[in-house]
């Protein structure tokens, strides 16, 4: 007997979108700051990445 988890579509969506929420208040938190080291300038453009990737999974399930 298979014992895998399924994961229903509305499941998946709404952890998509907790994560572009997790994503955006990182994002958000480091803007804050008046100046940025150049890591985290690194920091902020692999964590819009990530939130459009998330995005546009949530935009692909939709």
Excluded: F
Aim: proline fraction near 2%; avoid cysteine.
């Amino acid at each position: 007997m298979n014992t895998a988890t399924v994961v229903t579509k509305e499941e998946l969506l709404a952890s998509l979108t907790a994560e572009h929420r997790r994503l955006d208040e990182q994002v958000q938190n480091l803007e804050r700051r008046r100046a940025l080291t150049p890591a985290e300038q690194v920091e902020i453009s692999r964590l819009k990445k990530q939130k459009l990737l998330t995005k546009d999974r949530i935009a692909r399930l939709s």
